[in-house]
């Protein structure tokens, strides 16, 4: 009876799962976009609640609320990112999910809440001697399938339905038939949104909630929608359902196993059928033909302009620009300068170098893959974590820390080219919470091994008998020669074919492909290579922090600042990263008294910087005075 339990209350969480997956599965239908702030979104739903008071009244009022939070945000700055592409909407998504979520924690502190219903959650009916089911969870079912059902009827029998149907099939030829199609896209937003909400009300009722925990929703609404099928509302059902039960089957035979189980049966879907289980396939292009035609002929004319090789044999380009003899003496004097402060500065001094250093070449690795790859990850933690236990595996094994740099790259580069197997039968934004799924799934496995130190971590042995100042020295040593060259590798590999296909992808990837670039090998590689660079700043974490753990090591908090490094400093140049970087350390030291609020101000910063000035600063600049290397 004990599993006949596990699989009802299965199929009742995957209810929960659906509620939240449909708003998700809405935005991408019509507007094609994935919102990263889809799980902050609900929990902050909840924290209003908990605000107002959790009455009746309370409820009413924030998902009308929320409805209009939505046309409005939608009809702000999700279109402005809408009208710049994408890669745009990704990157302001992802910096409203880091803003919501610290302002949450400012405001609420970072203790759990939750809903006091009463008897409504604890009580229950009995179905057969030994099998209860509890009426909250039948509520929040019933509320899944009215919800679904309601959407349905709305997108197939209104008149408001079948316009945003028709927007959603081809904007461009709504948009020559004179639609309002921005004030389509609000309506769907505010739908969206509405739906956000009431799953939001219904997590808050479920179990406790703090201000992290949208990452998770959203992973699991993301889950939902991919097993049950891409563009169904009815497979939004079933892989909510597919999902609970996994859970729960996990969770029977043993507790900490629960959120794993979901995860490998969503990697299984994604492996075997990518589709899902509806068999909805692939979502239909945003492109009318008439915009794809005109987009292969702009990438063409591009691609055209840009130089060519010399030769087949990888020669330098026409027409390159080559760093003058001045420009290479300035970098190599300052390098040197840099090699020698560990001699003239105090070890503080070294240490937040140390930390710059190490930031620099997280997001130089993430600039490369997103700025001119394409490819938007909001998973590149799982290297920064892998990178930090293979340095402890092997010095557990008797290496030394500092030698077990380089292995630990290259075992994460291995790691990479297993993983985009995966991650890259996707795109987009559903690409990019595929690498956030598998990065949780690393931190969970990892957490599994007792010799690892489990949940709490271990320290890295193999140092403690080093002198302190030697140490730091080395330290910042190795710190500051795998910054010099992860930016000094990129921008010589920037300089190859590799940096012709890599602008021709970033510039339509379809319209690449359809001259015969080579879109998957490309991506594959830059991806690995970006695994290098992110690999190698989780090694040096290890080192200059003595330990590893798996919270901290596998945190999204990386991704969020390479991201936000990149976006302000300047997606797609060498020259952005650098920039950014250095305006995040004075921005984090001027505000170290203010908790998160320095995250705060950052994205809001890159949010706006991605819409209104999407080369960065740098690129405002390098406009200016055509002073860009690359």
Same mark, same amino acid.
């Given at each position: 009876?004990?599993?006949?339990?596990?699989?009802?209350?299965?199929?009742?969480?995957?209810?929960?799962?659906?509620?939240?997956?449909?708003?998700?599965?809405?935005?991408?239908?019509?507007?094609?976009?994935?919102?990263?702030?889809?799980?902050?979104?609900?929990?902050?739903?909840?924290?209003?609640?908990?605000?107002?008071?959790?009455?009746?009244?309370?409820?009413?009022?924030?998902?009308?609320?929320?409805?209009?939070?939505?046309?409005?945000?939608?009809?702000?700055?999700?279109?402005?990112?809408?009208?710049?592409?994408?890669?745009?909407?990704?990157?302001?998504?992802?910096?409203?999910?880091?803003?919501?979520?610290?302002?949450?924690?400012?405001?609420?502190?970072?203790?759990?809440?939750?809903?006091?219903?009463?008897?409504?959650?604890?009580?229950?009916?009995?179905?057969?001697?030994?099998?209860?089911?509890?009426?909250?969870?039948?509520?929040?079912?019933?509320?899944?399938?009215?919800?679904?059902?309601?959407?349905?009827?709305?997108?197939?029998?209104?008149?408001?339905?079948?316009?945003?149907?028709?927007?959603?099939?081809?904007?461009?030829?709504?948009?020559?038939?004179?639609?309002?199609?921005?004030?389509?896209?609000?309506?769907?937003?505010?739908?969206?949104?509405?739906?956000?909400?009431?799953?939001?009300?219904?997590?808050?009722?479920?179990?406790?909630?703090?201000?992290?925990?949208?990452?998770?929703?959203?992973?699991?609404?993301?889950? *939902?929608?991919?097993?049950?099928?891409?563009?169904?509302?009815?497979?939004?059902?079933?892989?909510?359902?597919?999902?609970?039960?996994?859970?729960?089957?996990?969770?029977?035979?043993?507790?900490?196993?629960?959120?794993? &189980?979901?995860?490998?049966?969503?990697?299984?879907?994604?492996?075997?059928?990518?589709?899902?289980?509806?068999?909805?396939?692939?979502?239909?292009?945003?492109?009318?033909?008439?915009?794809?035609?005109?987009?292969?002929?702009?990438?063409?004319?591009?691609?055209?302009?840009?130089?060519?090789?010399?030769?087949?044999?990888?020669?330098?380009?026409?027409?390159?620009?080559?760093?003058?003899?001045? &420009?290479?003496?300035?970098?190599?004097?300052?390098?040197?300068?840099?090699?020698?402060?560990?001699?003239?500065?105090?070890?503080?001094?070294?240490?937040?170098?140390?930390?710059?250093?190490?930031?620099?070449?997280? *997001?130089?690795?993430?600039?490369?893959?997103?700025?001119?790859?394409?490819?938007?990850?909001?998973?590149?933690?799982?290297?920064?974590?892998?990178?930090?236990?293979?340095?402890?595996?092997?010095?557990?094994?008797?290496?030394?820390?500092?030698?077990?740099?380089?292995?630990?790259?290259?075992?994460?580069?291995?790691?990479?080219?297993?993983?985009?197997?995966?991650?890259?039968?996707?795109?987009?934004?559903?690409?990019?919470?595929?690498?956030?799924?598998?990065?949780?799934?690393?931190?969970?496995?990892?957490?599994?091994?007792?010799?690892?130190?489990?949940?709490?971590?271990?320290?890295?042995?193999?140092?403690?008998?080093?002198?302190?100042?030697?140490?730091?020295?080395?330290?910042?040593?190795?710190?500051? *020669?795998?910054?010099?060259?992860?930016?000094?590798?990129?921008?010589?590999?920037?300089?190859?074919?590799?940096?012709?296909?890599?602008?021709?992808?970033?510039?339509?990837?379809?319209?690449?492909?359809?001259?015969?670039?080579?879109?998957?090998?490309?991506?594959?590689?830059?991806?690995?290579?970006?695994?290098?660079?992110?690999?190698?700043?989780?090694?040096?974490?290890?080192?200059?922090?003595?330990?590893?753990?798996?919270?901290?090591?596998?945190?999204?908090?990386?991704?969020?600042?390479?991201?936000?490094?990149?976006?302000?400093?300047?997606?797609?140049?060498?020259?952005?990263?650098?920039?950014?970087?250095?305006?995040?350390?004075?921005?984090?030291?001027?505000?170290?008294?203010?908790?998160?609020?320095?995250?705060?101000?950052?994205?809001?910063?890159?949010?706006?910087?991605?819409?209104?000035?999407?080369?960065?600063?740098?690129?405002?600049?390098?406009?200016?005075?055509?002073?860009?290397?690359?």
């Amino acid at each position: 009876m004990n599993w006949v339990n596990a699989i009802v209350q299965g199929v009742l969480l995957g209810g929960l799962y659906a509620l939240f997956a449909c708003g998700l599965s809405l935005m991408f239908g019509v507007m094609r976009i994935i919102s990263l702030a889809h799980g902050d979104l609900a929990v902050a739903a909840a924290y209003i609640v908990v605000a107002l008071g959790p009455a009746p009244w309370s409820f009413v009022i924030v998902i009308p609320l929320f409805g209009v939070l939505g046309y409005l945000l939608q009809r702000s700055l999700i279109q402005a990112s809408i009208d710049r592409g994408p890669l745009t909407t990704l990157l302001v998504t992802f910096g409203l999910s880091v803003v919501i979520a610290n302002l949450l924690l400012e405001v609420f502190t970072a203790d759990s809440h939750s809903f006091d219903t009463g008897a409504f959650a604890s009580g229950s009916v009995e179905i057969v001697d030994g099998l209860s089911v509890g009426y909250l969870s039948i509520a929040v079912f019933v509320a899944a399938v009215a919800v679904l059902v309601g959407l349905q009827l709305f997108m197939s029998r209104s008149g408001t339905g079948r316009l945003i149907r028709a927007v959603a099939d081809d904007p461009e030829a709504a948009r020559l038939s004179g639609v309002g199609h921005r004030h389509v896209f609000g309506i769907a937003a505010a739908i969206a949104f509405a739906t956000v909400a009431l799953a939001g009300l219904a997590f808050g009722m479920y179990s406790s909630f703090a201000p992290s925990s949208g990452t998770s929703r959203l992973l699991f609404a993301f889950e *939902a929608v991919v097993i049950g099928g891409l563009g169904s509302l009815w497979g939004t059902l079933l892989g909510g359902v597919v999902l609970g039960l996994s859970q729960a089957i996990g969770a029977q035979i043993n507790l900490s196993y629960a959120v794993i &189980a979901g995860h490998l049966v969503f990697l299984a879907v994604l492996a075997l059928r990518p589709q899902g289980l509806t068999g909805a396939g692939a979502p239909r292009a945003w492109f009318s033909p008439l915009r794809r035609a005109r987009r292969f002929l702009d990438v063409r004319r591009a691609v055209s302009a840009l130089p060519r090789p010399l030769s087949s044999g990888g020669g330098p380009r026409e027409g390159a620009a080559r760093p003058s003899i001045t &420009a290479v003496t300035v970098v190599v004097v300052g390098v040197a300068g840099l090699a020698c402060l560990p001699y003239v500065v105090f070890s503080g001094t070294t240490d937040t170098l140390v930390n710059l250093f190490i930031l620099l070449t997280m *997001a130089s690795a993430w600039n490369l893959l997103a700025g001119y790859g394409g490819l938007v990850s909001v998973g590149q933690q799982a290297f920064v974590g892998l990178g930090a236990y293979f340095v402890l595996m092997l010095a557990q094994r008797g290496a030394d820390p500092f030698a077990a740099i380089p292995l630990a790259v290259i075992g994460c580069g291995a790691v990479a080219l297993v993983f985009s197997w995966l991650v890259f039968r996707l795109r987009g934004g559903y690409f990019a919470i595929a690498t956030w799924v598998v990065a949780d799934v690393c931190q969970l496995v990892i957490s599994r091994f007792p010799a690892l130190g489990g949940g709490t971590g271990a320290s890295v042995p193999g140092l403690a008998g080093i002198d302190p100042a030697l140490l730091g020295a080395m330290t910042y040593w190795a710190a500051l *020669a795998v910054a010099v060259l992860t930016v000094g590798g990129i921008f010589l590999a920037l300089r190859t074919r590799l940096g012709l296909a890599l602008t021709a992808i970033r510039d339509d990837e379809t319209g690449a492909r359809s001259l015969g670039v080579g879109v998957a090998r490309t991506q594959r590689i830059v991806y690995v290579l970006a695994a290098f660079g992110c690999g190698a700043a989780g090694a040096l974490l290890a080192v200059s922090q003595l330990n590893v753990e798996p919270t901290s090591a596998f945190a999204v908090q990386w991704t969020a600042q390479m991201i936000f490094v990149t976006v302000i400093g300047g997606l797609g140049s060498v020259e952005g990263p650098i920039v950014g970087t250095a305006l995040y350390f004075v921005l984090q030291q001027a505000l170290a008294g203010y908790g998160a609020w320095y995250l705060i101000i950052l994205g809001l910063l890159a949010t706006g910087v991605a819409i209104w000035a999407p080369r960065g600063l740098w690129g405002l600049v390098a406009h200016r005075r055509a002073a860009s290397l690359t």
